[in-house]
Every structure is written in C-alpha cells, then in structure tokens.
C-alpha cells in the first residue's frame, strides 16, 4: 500500500461518478446534491416541483466543477419510480450513487389522522419509494461495481426512527403527533438493513442517514415558532448545516466508506443520546 491511498483525495473522491438525488429541489437533498456538483459528480435531481428543480440546477451548474441535470418525479409510487428510472436510464447506462431523500410527513391529533395524506402518502413516499426505485436503479448501480468501489445507496431517514415521543416536539403543533412519519423512518432503517444484505453480492452498499434537526421545508414550521428556541434546546446548541450533511454525504458516497453497509448513522449534534441519557 503506497502512502498516496490514504490521502484524502483518493479516499473520498467522487470526481466523474453519477448520481442520483431523489427531493433534490430543496432542504437536505439540495444540500447533497451541492456537495457532489462541488467535487466533480454529475448530478441528477428529482422532485415533482420543476421550478425548485431549475433553480437548484441553474445554481449548481455556475458553481461547479461538475454538473446538475433534474427530472420531475413522484417517487410515492411503483409507476412513478419505473418513469423516473427510464428516465435515467435513456441518459446514463452506469450510476454510481443514489440518495432517496424524497419524504413527507404528516402532523395530526391521535384521533383525527386522515387515511390518505396522514398514512398512506407518508409511508409510500417514505419508505415504498426507496424500495422501488433502488430496485429499479440496480442494474445501473452494480454495473463495475467492485468490492473496493462499491456503488453507495444513501437513505435519509431521521433520528425520529428512534424516538417513540411524536406528540407535542417543538417541530410539531400543539395537540399534534408525527405518527407515520415516525413509523416511516423506522422502517427506513430496516429497509436499509434488508437492501444492504440483498445487494451486497452485487458489490452496492446500503446505508441510512438519521438527520436530526437541519433547516429545510420539512421543519420550517417549527424552525418558525416564536416561542420555541430549536437550536438552543440541542447539546451542541446549533442546528445541523449544509457543511455536516456534506461531510457525512461524501463519506458515504466514496470509496472511504467501502466496507460499511447496513449502518444507520445519526448526525444530530448529539440530541438522541441526549435524550437516552435523560430517560436513564
């Protein structure tokens, strides 16, 4: 092993490779999307807003070096991710990442969770969505694949996969639970244990991201309440950044996370073992 394999441009990377980032348009995925168009990856995002998708596109292609390309999609379905994958498919015959980070979620009181938007469009997007499209993706994903550059598959859960408190947190309304997104997550989590053992074989690595509170569309109701200090309340006193969701992204998308696959990785700024600790 020469001395040159350990540097951290060898190991992390990503320079050339093709990816795909599902809910690129804004939030967490726009943040992922920057991180590989600013080190040298092609970039294809997809959401069902196109003028979200534009403009994160136009603003990543000035910033370079790599590039930005979109879609519209709606991932909550097998159909839905069939198109986006043919899509994909009459650009790229070889995708080296996929980060399914679309996701919605659904505030209501216990008693009053409407079927549709409350469950079924939660859990379709949130976890039949990553299913379907890896699925479909795979034969583009494993194509030169090897054992020591895998193809990476980066699911973005939420720290709320751990937590069993979906009432009254500071990014919910009064009287209001989080139940299926909750529920979502954790089984964003097993699916990705399921996916990393499925597609091991086939040299793909499957790991999930828990992120814990970032500034985005998903949060800017609580981020908005007045009487609630979201940063204050977590151990490092700071939300996540674009600059943290980055760094974990790239490790995960490169050949320094080759032999991790199954991992579910918190990046919260310490607020679940915080809570741990505090129900001890």
């Known amino acids: 092993m020469s001395a040159e394999d350990l540097k951290v441009d060898s ?29 040298g990856a092609k970039v294809y995002i997809a959401s069902r807003k196109e003028k979200q998708l534009k403009e994160v596109a136009d603003a990543l292609n000035k910033i370079g070096p790599g590039s930005c390309h979109y879609f519209t999609a709606d991932v909550s379905s097998k159909a839905g991710c069939d198109a986006l994958a043919s899509k994909i498919k009459e650009k790229e015959n070889k995708i080296h990442i996929l980060v399914n980070n679309s996701g919605a979620t659904w505030g209501a009181p216990f008693d009053n969770v ?51 408190v979906t009432e009254e947190s500071a990014l919910s309304a009064s009287g209001h639970g989080l139940w299926s997104y909750h529920t979502s997550k ?21 790991n999930a991201i828990l992120p814990g509170v970032f500034p985005s569309k998903m949060t800017a109701f609580g981020l908005s309440k007045k009487d609630v200090d979201v940063a204050a309340g977590q151990p ?22 080759a032999h991790i696959t199954g991992a579910c990785i918190p990046i919260d700024g310490g607020a679940t073992v915080a809570r741990v600790k505090a129900a001890m």
């Open 11 to 39: 190991l992390y990377d990503i320079k050339g490779k093709v990816a795909v980032v599902t809910g690129g348009g804004s939030g967490i995925g726009a943040m992922i999307a920057s991180a590989f168009v600013q080190n």
């Open 114 to 164: 409407p079927e549709k938007e409350g469950w079924d469009r939660v859990m379709n997007l949130n976890v039949k969505g990553i299913f379907y499209l890896t699925s479909a993706l795979t034969p583009l994903l494993e194509k030169d694949a090897t054992n020591v550059d895998p193809a990476s598959v980066i699911n973005i859960s939420s720290i709320a996969s751990l937590v069993a």
């Open 186 to 206: 954790a089984a964003v989590n097993h699916l990705t244990a399921q996916l990393a053992v499925t597609l091991a074989g086939k040299k793909i690595h499957v």
């Open 236 to 257: 490092l006193g700071r939300l996540g950044t674009s600059q943290d969701m980055a760094g974990l992204a790239l490790f995960l998308a490169s050949r320094a996370s």
